[in-house]
């Protein structure tokens, strides 16, 4: 609903400013826990089937069809590390306020269908206790050049020790808008029993 909406809106838009967004990701994350706190994000971002193809077109030298490890290493490098200043388009929050992640880790490109995933951790600065503060987070590129978004309430997952009473709760995260006010990102909150 949500990008029939924005296809709407860009419609009535000038020609300059529908040219956004180039690339639709879906958005996926497991919230890990270990000892009753969140330690880390895994991320998953599953690209649209274009951007998709001519992501295997730009990376595949040796144009067996497929990406190969080599080739992995060469998009971590060339298309994926520098989102690092960007905090990965994925921005934590504790008590309201914006936390930065250590390195990303674990990279993977997996091949889903006709699509391209994404697959990486985000570990936390120190381990986050969702019962005594407030932890959250959002995921957007601000210029709107990619479309990142939860496809349904069921993106956030969590796991580990500690997890057993805890869900995540997905909204949109007013306040916080982008693309000249027309987009709202989304915001998962994770919300535990006492």
Known sequence: MRRLILALLFALLPATARAHPHVMVDVHALVEFKGG??????????FDPVFSASMVKDFDKNRNGKLDPEEIKTIEAEAFRDTKDQSHFTYPRVNGLTIKWR???????IAVKDSLL???RLP??????????????????ETFYIDMD?????????TGDGAE???AVITPDHGNTIFGGAVTPKLATVVCEP
């Open 118 to 120: 994404y697959a990486f």
């Open 165 to 167: 009473k805890c869900r």
């Open 124 to 141: 936390l600065p120190e381990p986050m206790d969702p019962r005594q503060v407030v932890f959250a987070f959002t995921t957007y590129e």
């Open 37 to 46: 706190k969140v330690v880390s994000l895994f991320m998953g971002w599953k």
């Open 150 to 158: 939860f496809p349904d309430d069921k993106a956030v997952t969590l």
């Open 103 to 109: 390195d990303a880790t674990d990279f993977k490109v």
